[in-house]
């Protein structure tokens, strides 16, 4: 059994390459494993996106 345990549940996300994205102020992008909008905090760390947008 191959060791690959998703770590969402521990806000450790992994991004869809092909889905990340720079907004200006950092990395965004996709979990693969969650589907959950998530944030590079920095390098290999990539964390639930908490900035929510309100302007509407
Ligand atoms: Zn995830």
Known sequence: ???S???CFANRHD???SDVTWDGISYVGTCKNCGMQIRR???HLWKL???KKSDG
Request: net charge positive.
């Open 41 to 43: 905090k920095k390098r």
């Open 15 to 17: 991004p869809v390459r």
């Open 5 to 7: 345990i998703p770590l």
């Open 49 to 51: 996106d908490d900035h």
């Open 1 to 3: 059994m191959a060791i």
